[in-house]
């Protein structure tokens, strides 16, 4: 990966500057040929052209491949092919920031013992960064650099020029002309290249906060796309964008700004759904249904991280909550995401998390008052839907089981979503009303439930609600022999 | 010399005070783990023997280790006083809980023995008075031992009688595992003496009569002998003249007979006691009062004696009237005989105030074969290994038998309806009789058939385990992406590389693979070309009723096409459009007939690559050709001019000029798995591997015969099958091995894959055990876009060279093994959950961390 920065001679209030006096600016000889040897590879730092009146200077960092792996350098699966062919010897990444925050990281404090003279100095820069990742569209660069005073030519690069079907690559040639100080330029690059990327090669901990607020202190607080920037950068830890917005609030003397709401940034990260809180509202759709049937001993199976049972335990008339998924590291983020460790006995006491899947029949699930079921199935192919209603209503056979899934009518009023598009990315199908309505009524029918149909969220007249609930009862029926048990026969004994 | 009877299986409480002898006498007639002594579990949890205090902690662990010990069958025997009623009633209790036969044995030794015995051991420090409270408490206590629920009491009265009695291990009454058959398990008969001699006929019996004409007994020529699961009476037109048979059957050894509910009420009924005269007992009681009052005695005696189940062949085979499930086979208690006549219920009434049966048979997922009856069905089916032999003779339906091990169902059909039933009774092929596998509760899974640490048998590699933290994996994979496990009968098993090449220029070469076979053993080989596509596991019946049928297929659904994780590669339409023309060509090539089978399970690859692999070739391995293409000539042009300033450059400059050129080779090799495709159009498969059909599996044939048959399909449809190159390789003969190695240069000299070599045989064992099955040699261009563009520079393939086989290599067999059991068990027709056992331990596996790249 490769970095230029070139400069053209330029007059400051002491006069003129050469071209040349960037080798001061970042401590480098222009005719020196200087080797780095960093935890990311080895950076050479060189000057391709030098004069009086155009100076270029180049960062190229040389990544070992296989050291790259074997170092274990990304916090990803060693065990993924991914791990070893990518994108990462080549595209200007987070790589390419820590070698220039390395390599010229004096230049980008902006100081100069040399030639004090020099610090501050507006130059005239022009940057090129081939194979620069745009994570979120080519337009991307110049919605984080225009702002901060670059003109900014961002070049797309095919992703293969014999498949034109492939269409562009998410790499771009990206060019940044401007006036500004170098340290400025140096600072912008720095934050900004794993932004763009989307992707960090280093675990992010709790200094990435800090390194944020040092490094863009001074620009980010009033950026347009600051809320990107924030939550890119520190790589979607959650409880880190928080704490770095309110400090970011601090320095701009604003309120808290509109993503500190979980349930948004819940809805963005995957881009999937419109800012409305939602996810509370389907919450609190099956906490009123669960309350009105009575359930005391609730099962959430496909609980995810954990947001209704963080609910059902605020609430101590929910006795026991048992949260069950079939992903095991999902379980692990709700552990800590609850923080099950410091947990009140009394609280822990009543909570049970474990794995296990709906489509196969878990025994375990016997004798609770209620199934939830938010936003599950649609997550089921439908061959394997009746495998789910037999476990779940043949053979745990709760008193209640309340359903939740997207209503598809709705969909078109997301504008983010492309016509016909699902929800969420491993969506198997999403239902219209009448569908859920045929679905819940031949379960209900099938397996001796009564089912009432309950809107949730904000309805639009013609398509419904975003979010539909069904609630299934077994008490409103008689008890009938269910599909799993057959009645002695007269005759049979 | 007394002799004390104990039950092979048995909870045996000694009982005695301190000083009595019990530990001595324990260990003289007991193993040493068959004992536990409450004094050692004081000492485990007190470490001391002796303290009083730690009584109650000791006795929870001594429960839960002979709980343990009882649940897996084991005699156990509790060495501890005993003396007081509380102490015994918990052991009784644990007894029942595990339905074995509490059993007594009473210690009586003078006081002034035990106090002396006591007042030897300096361990024991409590006094005289100790002893004399227990040895009252034992006087006290010795005439209700029977009372208190154990099935034996022997009292030993004084040192002489302790020291000279001997203990007798008895077989239970059900134990009959040294009986071997072959048998023929008969189904409810419920008087219907016709029927039966028709049926005894069928099966091949020679019938005996006495002076009368009545048949006395039966007997077979082969020896085989009859099983009868009960309800022999009752209902129908003949009770005595069954009785007769049956009993002289059994008399004469020719039968053995488990009773049935309505044995069991006419025991009572002959008995006098006030029972209920209904169901066909009316029948019964007025027929045999025709009889003389001698016949009613042995048949009073004879159901009176039947014990309640049989565990037959080595606990391979269990016959019980109602079924049995797995947890009570080879037990004794209450709850044990009355499952076996009654069956399980669920503790509801229906409507009628009938109690609602447990279909225990779903849930079963024993080892042994349970026959029974009880239960009129219209067609005997099997359940997860077992099956239900009452096909209601006597309501017009037939009498079945089975022939074990056979598993041959032979019938006969009722001669008219001799007992109307109280609901219309469902006769075999009427309307309403359900056959579609999805209502069918047998394909059920059990989240415990998966999860959690478990260990297959397989036939060909032993037990292989699977760690809890893989299963957990591959329940998600299995849950989420996997087709329905109906129609995942296999998953193809891992393959290792060669041993990595010492040639300067390539990490795998063909050598070290005959080098390999060579060194195991095997001389003949197939070098099979690699084709550029994806592993698919073809499933596809002849029509769509056999897909129902076998495979509990929904409407339109003919079979399955799927990934290595079981996921399927099209849509539904696309899939059907696919496997009409896999149908089509097996048609032609006669195939259908010639194997014996109306499905066929096909290992094959899916061409193009790009088809299921699209966005990773995209979003992968263009990306990297892009940001390449990107970077690099920038990078190479702005050296230049840095070292046409003199700059000292020239290394760099040409690293990265070689980096240039590596990246453009990469991008070269990942096209070739690129192309179009419409539809079907382009898409194409090349099998190379019968799996398995209905009753046979293939996997001993070689692999010569395979590509034959896969040829034959190319035959018949060359646009939908791509036939497989292959070469046959000596690996003793050096010209045999060039000409192999030249092979898969001029393949791989054209940017083939590579190949996989094979032993011909297929399934072939060596000294060492089975043999890999394959070993894949992978061209030097290919492993470009699997060890990143620049492997092949000189810095780079040196390191890469150490990789750890030896991983790859032992997973890859114990896939193999796994796959094979998998498709033994299908094609044998096992229960689902049998057939994915093997099938999702082999996705477990694939879970485990191991280098990707290999």
């Known amino acids: 990966m490769l970095l230029t920065i070139t400069t053209n001679a330029t007059e400051s209030a002491t006069g003129r500057v050469p071209a040349s006096d960037l080798g001061y600016l970042l401590h480098k000889h222009p005719d020196r040929v200087q080797a780095f040897d960093l935890p990311v590879g080895t950076a050479h730092v060189f000057y391709p052209e030098v004069s009086e009146d155009r100076c270029t200077a180049a960062l190229l960092l040389e990544v070992d491949p296989i050291g790259l792996v074997r170092g274990k350098r990304f916090g990803g699966d060693a065990f993924a092919l991914a791990q070893y062919v990518n994108d990462r010897p080549y595209a200007a990444s987070s790589m390419l920031a820590v070698a220039l925050g390395k390599v010229w990281g004096t230049a980008l404090k902006g100081r100069c013992a040399a030639r004090p003279d020099l610090e501050g100095v507006p130059l005239p820069l022009r940057i090129a960064v081939p194979a620069v990742p745009c994570s979120g569209g080519v337009d991307l660069g110049g919605r984080l650099f225009a702002p901060l005073g670059w003109d900014v030519t961002a070049r797309t690069v095919a992703l293969d020029p014999q498949v034109p079907a492939w269409g562009d690559s998410r790499y771009v040639d990206l060019v940044l002309e401007g006036t500004m100080p170098l340290a400025d330029a140096l600072s912008h690059l720095y934050v900004l290249l794993p932004v763009l990327d989307g992707a960090k090669h280093y675990w992010v901990s709790t200094d990435e906060v800090d390194k944020l607020v040092r490094n863009s202190g001074a620009w980010l607080a009033s950026h347009p796309e600051r809320d990107l920037v924030t939550r890119r950068y520190l790589a979607h830890q959650r409880s880190f964008v928080v704490d770095a917005t309110a400090r970011l609030d601090a320095l701009d003397d604003t309120a808290s700004s509109a993503f500190t709401d979980a349930s948004e940034l819940d809805a963005t990260a995957d881009g999937s759904e419109p800012p409305t809180p939602l996810v509370r509202l389907r919450a609190a759709a099956v906490l009123s249904a669960l309350r009105d049937v009575g359930a005391h001993r609730v099962v959430d199976l496909g609980c995810g991280e954990g947001a209704l049972l963080r609910e059902l335990l605020t609430d101590p008339s929910f006795t026991e909550v048992v949260g069950l998924d079939v992903a095991a590291g999902v379980l692990e983020r709700a552990e800590r995401r609850l923080a099950l460790e410091r947990m009140p006995d009394s609280v822990r006491a009543r909570l049970t998390l474990r794995q296990s899947s709906a489509t196969y029949r878990d025994r375990a699930l016997e004798g609770y008052d209620a199934v939830v079921l938010m936003e599950v199935v649609e997550h089921l192919d439908l061959d394997r839907l009746p495998a789910l209603e037999r476990s779940v209503f043949g053979h745990a056979r709760p008193a209640s089981v309340v359903v939740t899934t997207p209503n598809a009518e709705y969909n078109v009023r997301y504008e983010r979503l492309p016509g016909g598009a699902m929800r969420h990315p491993d969506h198997r199908f999403e239902w219209t009303r009448a569908e859920f309505g045929v679905w819940a009524a031949h379960v209900a029918e099938r397996y001796g439930y009564a089912v009432e149909l309950r809107p949730v969220g904000e309805a639009d007249p013609l398509l419904g609600p975003p979010t539909q609930l069904a609630l299934f009862r077994r008490d409103a029926v008689s008890v009938r022999a269910g599909n799993d048990t057959s009645s002695v026969s007269g005759g049979a004994a | 010399m007394t002799r004390i009877a104990v039950p092979e299986l048995a909870l045996v409480a000694l009982v005695g005070a301190s000083g009595s002898g019990k530990s001595t006498f324990a260990a003289q007639h007991f193993g040493r783990f068959e004992v536990i002594s409450s004094d050692f579990c004081r000492g485990l949890v007190a470490d001391d023997e002796n303290d009083q205090a730690a009584s109650k902690d000791a006795f929870d662990v001594l429960g839960y280790i002979a709980g343990k010990r009882l649940a897996a ?47 030897a051991r300096p361990d024991r420090d409590f006094g005289a008075h100790v002893v004399r409270r227990h040895h009252d408490q034992l006087r006290r206590s010795l005439k209700g031992l029977g009372r208190e629920g154990f099935r034996k009491v022997h009292v030993l009265s004084g040192v002489d009688e302790i020291a000279s009695a001997e ?73 005595p003249g069954v009785l007769r048979l049956a009993m002289g059957m059994t008399a004469a050894g020719h039968a053995l007979a488990v009773p049935g509910n309505h044995e069991h009420k006419l025991v009572r009924a002959l008995d006098g006691a006030r029972v209920q005269v209904s169901h066909g007992l009316e029948t019964t009681l007025a027929q045999l009062d025709d009889e003389p009052g001698a016949f009613r005695v042995a048949v009073r005696d004879w159901c009176y004696d039947l014990v309640s189940h049989l565990v037959l062949d080595d606990g391979r085979l269990v016959v019980a009237h109602a079924g049995l499930k797995e947890a009570y086979h080879g037990r004794a208690s209450g709850r044990v005989r009355s499952f076996a006549l009654y069956g399980d219920t669920t503790g509801e009434t229906d409507e009628f105030g009938l109690p609602v049966r447990y279909p225990w048979a779903r849930d079963y997922r024993g080892r042994a074969m349970v026959l029974y009856g009880h239960t009129p069905t219209p067609d005997p089916e099997w359940v997860n290994n077992t099956m239900c032999l009452d096909t209601g003779c006597v309501f017009g339906g037939h009498l079945t038998a089975l022939r074990y091990p056979e598993k041959e169902v032979v019938q006969v059909p009722a001669e008219q309806v001799w007992y109307e039933p109280a609901k219309p009774f469902p006769v075999a092929g009427s309307a309403g009789v359900v056959t579609d596998g999805s209502s069918r509760g047998d394909d059920d899974l059990d989240l415990a058939d998966v999860l959690g640490r478990r260990v297959v048998e397989t036939a060909h590699h032993g037990r292989i385990s699977i760690r809890a933290e893989n299963a957990a994996g591959a329940l998600e994979v299995m849950s989420r992406f996997a087709l329905h496990p109906r129609w995942l009968g296999y998953l193809p098993p891992t393959m290792a590389p060669v041993a ?60 399955a096409i799927h990934t290595r994780t079981g996921r399927s590669f099209l849509d539904t339409p696309l899939t059907e459009q696919l496997l009409s023309r896999v149908r089509a060509a097996v048609d032609s090539a006669g195939l259908w007939e010639e194997l014996g089978t109306d499905w066929l399970l096909l290992d094959s690859e899916l061409l193009p690559w790009s088809l299921k692999a699209e966005p990773l070739l995209r979003e992968q391995y263009a990306a990297v050709g892009a940001a390449a293409r990107a970077a690099l000539p920038v990078a190479v042009e702005t050296l230049e001019r840095a070292h046409a300033r003199g700059l000292d450059v020239a290394d760099l400059l040409d690293r990265t000029s070689r980096r240039r050129v590596h990246a453009e080779a990469f991008t070269v090799a990942y096209r070739r798995y690129c192309w179009q495709v419409d539809g079907l159009d382009g898409v194409q498969l090349a099998p190379f591997q019968l799996l398995a059909g209905e009753g046979s599996t293939w996997h001993e044939r070689g692999h010569l015969w395979h590509l034959e048959q896969a040829d034959r399909l190319a035959a018949a449809d060359p646009e939908t099958f791509r036939s497989t190159g292959r070469v046959v390789v000596d690996t003793s003969d050096p010209q045999s091995v060039a000409a192999g190695v030249t092979w898969w240069d001029e393949l791989t000299g054209v940017g083939g894959e590579g190949m996989v070599v094979k032993p011909s045989a297929g399934l072939v064992r060596t000294h060492q055990g089975l043999a890999q099955p394959g070993l894949k040699v992978r061209g030097r261009e290919y492993l470009r876009i699997i060890y990143g563009p620049d492997y092949t520079a000189p810095e780079h393939l040196e ?49 485990e961390p191991v280098d990707p790249r290999l």
Request: with cysteine; hydrophobic share 40%.
């Open chain 2, 73 to 119: 069958g084991r005699l156990t025997v509790v060495d501890a006083t005993n003396v007081s009623k509380d102490a015994r009633r918990q052991l009784v209790e644990l007894a029942k809980a595990h339905d074995v036969l509490p059993v007594a044995i009473v210690l009586d030794v003078p006081v002034s023995v035990a106090v002396e015995r006591n007042r």
């Open chain 2, 799 to 847: 390191r890469l060279r150490d990789r750890n086989l030896g991983h790859k290599r032992s997973l890859a067999l114990r896939e193999y093994a796994l796959g094979l059991e998998a498709l033994d068990r299908l094609a044998r027709g096992e229960p689902l959950w049998r057939v994915h056992e093997p099938v999702f331990a082999v996705l477990a596996l694939e879970s």
């Open chain 2, 167 to 239: 203990v007798v291990r008895e077989r239970l009454l059900n134990d009959r595992r040294d009986e071997h058959g072959p048998f023929d398990v008969i189904g409810d008969v419920h008087g219907c003496r016709s029927e039966l001699e028709a049926l005894l006929g069928r099966l091949g019996y020679v019938l005996e009569r006495d002076d009368e004409g009545r048949a006395v007994d039966a007997s077979h020529p082969a020896g085989r002998r009859v099983v009868f699961v009960g309800d022999l009476v009752d209902r129908g037109p003949d009770t």
């Open chain 2, 500 to 559: 990595t090449s010492k040639r300067p220029d390539v990490l795998e070469h063909p050598d070290e693979a005959f080098t390999a076979y060579a060194d195991a053993g095997v001389r003949d080989v197939v070098c099979e070309e690699k084709h550029m596509g994806s592993r698919a596991v073809v499933l596809v019946c002849r029509d769509a009723d056999t897909a129902v049928r076998r495979f509990g297929a929904g409407a339109g659904e003919t079979g």
